[in-house]
């Protein structure tokens, strides 16, 4: 059982950056694709981006480049930072372990997820 | 507005069974890409439940099972127990965002 633990501020002000970050017991951080995804109060989930090992990430469309995951190896952590934040990103943030493949001789995301933290709220509010 | 569509809530007596509907579009179930549950309690890490339109995970009970057929799929459980009474979401990739796409989840109460 992989249990993931996200970490930061509950409060952030409008127009400011938010933090935060996903702990990933043992040494799994290097060989797995890892996401960060969002529920906004009384909605359904929404999926903000990975990040693989190696540096590469994705992010979702919708939020317009303001999202930005990276990886600590060395600390076994890995961080969302999303600026210029607004109301609407107020949510409960998971971080989760994609399940992760080899697809023709290259790792890949298999874009599921087998592991979650327990989700921690973001209230963006003055 | 999800992506995928769930009914927003869904009912049933201890020993029935449920049906919850996940309704895509062709850039995410209907260009055949996989469909995933996962079901959520609140407070808690939500629970990857069938992978694969089909499969479950080892240690989720054949109570549960999953199917998928055209633009949608569905999630029964039989044998309602009250321990099954959680939020039940589904998820599948999307070709036009090039990533994952959840439904809005769906609350299942036993009654």
């Known amino acids: 059982q992989v249990q993931l633990q996200e970490s930061g501020p509950g409060l952030v002000k409008p127009s400011e950056t938010l933090s935060l970050t996903c702990t990933v017991p043992g040494d799994s951080i290097s060989n797995y694709y890892w996401n960060w995804i969002r529920q906004p109060p009384g909605k359904g989930l929404e999926w903000i981006g990975y990040?693989?090992?190696?540096?590469?990430?994705k992010y979702n469309p919708s939020l317009k480049s303001r999202a930005t995951i990276s990886l600590d190896t060395s600390k076994n952590q890995f961080s969302l930072k999303l600026s210029s934040v607004t109301a609407a990103d107020t949510a409960v943030y998971y971080c989760a372990r994609d399940v992760s493949r080899m697809v023709r001789g290259v790792f890949s995301p298999a874009y599921y997820f087998d592991y979650w933290g327990q989700g921690t709220l973001v209230s963006v509010s003055s | 507005q999800s992506v995928l569509t769930q009914p927003p809530s869904v009912s049933g007596a201890p020993g029935q069974r449920v049906t919850i509907s996940c309704t895509g579009s062709?850039?995410?179930?209907?260009?055949?890409?996989?469909v995933y549950w996962y079901q959520h309690l609140r407070g808690t890490a939500p629970k990857l439940l069938i992978s694969?339109?089909?499969n479950r995970p080892s240690g989720v009970p054949d109570r549960f099972s999953g199917s998928r057929s055209g633009t949608s799929a569905s999630l029964t459980i039989t044998g309602l127990q009250a321990e099954d009474e959680a939020a039940y979401y589904c998820q599948s990739y999307d070709n036009s965002l090039s990533g994952s796409v959840f439904g809005g989840g769906t609350q299942l109460t036993v009654l």
């Open positions: 990040i693989y090992n190696s540096g590469i990430t």
């Open positions: 694969g339109n089909t």
């Open positions: 062709s850039s995410n179930i209907g260009a055949g890409y996989d």
